[in-house]
């Protein structure tokens, strides 16, 4: 199918949030992990985000380059084209870009998108992310909006983060775990203050509940989604609105429990990031494959080796299939799976 236009990607959010389920939204470097992620969505029957990070876009645009801007539309073009053979409905987005990253990152994608929408066509691009985590939360605000009128008028939908995500995500870093990882009412409404509740434009925001980028035993970590439901709930008595007033996203979810997903969810999620599950997924069948087949990737003791074994689509349709699995182990975590409309 083809990518989501604007309104088919608000109706699968709102379709989520009324179904009580999430999208899970996939970062991807590379066409071989889109792909996965294409694979994956449709063994699960699930809608879903595909989404490229600073980081990932450099490493699109050619690793010695760095042309973040560049790299994220050949990302776009790519997965625009190739979702066009698969039978579910994606929609593309940008994650975490710092302020210094704004004007190298998101402000140009925002242009590009504006000329397409300008000549009659849809965004590149359904939503993008502004990460304002690691600046006073006046200024946060204040810099979402100002983004926000220019990415209603592209038709698209701002992410925001109001509190701190804990770990390191594309050189985004905040240490330790302490009150500043969870958000709290209010820190929710000054930025509703400011961004109203839709009207302004559609934004999502992702409040911290305790969440760490990247991996941790199990304890390390102490996530409170129940916070979510708390500060929801307080929203709608202030402003005398339905249950669950904001649109929510999960970013540091890497560890969690089917019942804090489970529990997430219930309280507004409908976008749940995951990117170290799946980075993990596609390296490790990497390595099983090149441990069990050494001697055929490698010319070992004066041998040829075997160009079957160590042509890179071998081992690559190996890592794609593993991450695919991965991609849909995601998708019954958050509900997803069969709910495709495509």
Same mark, same amino acid.
């Given at each position: 199918?083809?990518?989501?236009?604007?309104?088919?990607?608000?109706?699968?959010?709102?379709?989520?949030?009324?179904?009580?389920?999430?999208?899970p939204?996939?970062? /991807?470097?590379?066409?071989?992990?889109?792909?996965?992620?294409?694979?994956?969505?449709?063994?699960?029957?699930?809608?879903?985000?595909?989404?490229?990070?600073?980081?990932?876009?450099?490493?699109?645009?050619?690793?010695?380059?760095?042309?973040?801007?560049?790299?994220?539309l050949?990302?776009?073009?790519?997965?625009?084209? /190739?979702?066009?053979?698969?039978?579910?409905? /994606?929609?593309?987005?940008?994650?975490?870009?710092?302020?210094?990253?704004?004007?190298?990152?998101?402000?140009?994608?925002?242009?590009?998108?504006?000329?397409?929408v300008?000549?009659?066509?849809?965004?590149?691009f359904?939503?993008?992310?502004?990460?304002?985590?690691?600046?006073?939360?006046?200024?946060?605000?204040?810099?979402?909006?100002?983004?926000?009128?220019?990415?209603?008028?592209?038709?698209?939908?701002?992410?925001?983060?109001?509190?701190?995500?804990?770990?390191?995500?594309?050189?985004?870093?905040?240490?330790?775990?302490?009150e500043?990882?969870?958000?709290?009412?209010?820190?929710?409404?000054?930025?509703?203050?400011?961004l109203?509740?839709?009207?302004?434009?559609r934004?999502?925001?992702a409040l911290?509940?305790?969440?760490?980028?990247?991996?941790?035993?199990?304890?390390?970590?102490?996530?409170?989604?129940?916070?979510?439901?708390?500060?929801?709930?307080?929203?709608?008595?202030?402003?005398?609105?339905?249950?669950n007033?904001?649109?929510?996203?999960?970013?540091?979810?890497?560890?969690?429990?089917?019942?804090?997903?489970?529990?997430?969810?219930?309280?507004?999620?409908?976008?749940?990031?995951?990117?170290?599950?799946?980075?993990?997924?596609?390296?490790?069948a990497?390595?099983?494959?090149?441990?069990?087949?050494?001697?055929?990737?490698?010319? /070992?003791?004066?041998?040829?080796?075997?160009?079957?074994?160590?042509?890179?689509?071998?081992?690559g349709?190996?890592?794609?299939?593993?991450?695919?699995?991965?991609?849909?182990?995601?998708?019954?975590?958050?509900?997803?799976?069969?709910?495709?409309?495509?």
């Amino acid at each position: 199918m083809p990518v989501a236009t604007p309104d088919q990607y608000a109706e699968m959010l709102d379709r989520a949030k009324a179904g009580g389920f999430a999208y899970p939204a996939f970062n /991807v470097s590379s066409s071989q992990t889109i792909n996965a992620v294409l694979q994956g969505l449709t063994e699960a029957g699930s809608d879903g985000i595909i989404q490229v990070t600073t980081g990932g876009a450099d490493y699109f645009a050619g690793h010695t380059v760095k042309a973040r801007a560049t790299g994220a539309l050949a990302f776009a073009r790519y997965a625009t084209e /190739v979702a066009k053979n698969y039978p579910v409905t /994606v929609a593309l987005h940008t994650d975490h870009c710092p302020k210094d990253a704004l004007a190298g990152f998101v402000e140009p994608l925002i242009a590009a998108s504006e000329e397409e929408v300008k000549a009659g066509r849809n965004p590149i691009f359904q939503s993008h992310m502004w990460d304002g985590s690691a600046v006073p939360l006046a200024e946060n605000i204040e810099i979402a909006k100002d983004l926000l009128p220019r990415i209603k008028a592209i038709n698209a939908i701002l992410e925001v983060e109001i509190g701190v995500v804990g770990g390191e995500e594309d050189g985004v870093q905040h240490e330790g775990s302490n009150e500043a990882l969870y958000t709290t009412f209010a820190d929710v409404d000054q930025a509703v203050q400011a961004l109203g509740l839709g009207e302004q434009g559609r934004y999502i925001a992702a409040l911290t509940f305790g969440n760490v980028h990247g991996v941790y035993k199990p304890g390390g970590v102490k996530l409170r989604p129940e916070l979510l439901g708390e500060i929801q709930a307080q929203v709608a008595a202030k402003y005398n609105t339905a249950a669950n007033p904001l649109d929510l996203v999960f970013h540091g979810g890497s560890g969690s429990t089917d019942a804090e997903i489970a529990t997430a969810v219930a309280n507004g999620v409908i976008k749940m990031n995951i990117d170290t599950d799946t980075q993990y997924a596609f390296t490790r069948a990497i390595a099983d494959y090149m441990f069990k087949n050494y001697d055929g990737v490698l010319k /070992v003791d004066g041998e040829v080796g075997n160009k079957k074994l160590y042509d890179p689509r071998a081992w690559g349709k190996i890592a794609e299939s593993a991450m695919a699995a991965r991609v849909v182990e995601s998708t019954r975590q958050l509900g997803s799976y069969g709910q495709s409309k495509s």
